[in-house]
Nanobody, 127 residues
Framework: QVQLVESGGGLVQPGGSLRLSCAAS????????IGWFRQAPGKEREGVSC????????YYADSVKGRFTISRDNAKNTVYLQMNSLKPEDTAVYYC????????????????????WGQGTQVTVSS
């Protein structure tokens, strides 16, 4: 059974850091580009970042560039999202997703590009 499981969310103060993990089971991530998305209440799901398999290319939304870092450990079948300098506007449910091709496409920020999704993990940035 194909499954993605996110973890690492929680409550953090503004300026703090969290590291999210996305662990895959039932398949290996070697052939999949992996994206991170987030969805705040009343808002559409937003593409945050994507990482390719072939050359490790990474992509970021402007809103998180310079603060978030995506990485992958194929040996552990896990992708990470390191989030630093967190802001209240980063508050959302964060999801990871797998795209059935090895490289992030031109529309990596679109949920329609992805085939498998995790259940999400809540990130709350508040003092």
């Amino acid at each position: 059974q194909v499954q993605l499981v996110e973890s690492g969310g929680g409550l953090v103060q503004p300026g703090g850091s969290l590291r999210l993990s996305c662990a895959a089971s039932g398949f290996t991530l070697d052939d999949y580009a992996i994206g991170w998305f987030r969805q705040a209440p009343g808002k559409e799901r937003e593409g945050v970042s994507c990482i390719s398999v072939s050359d490790g290319s990474t992509y970021y939304a402007d809103s998180v560039k310079g603060r978030f870092t995506i990485s992958r450990d194929n040996a552990k079948n896990t992708v990470y999202l390191q989030m630093n300098s967190l802001k209240p506007e980063d508050t959302a449910v964060y999801y990871c997703a797998a795209e059935s091709q090895p490289n992030c496409g031109s529309y990596y920020y679109s949920p329609l590009e992805y085939d498998y999704w995790g259940q999400g993990t809540q990130v709350t940035v508040s003092s």
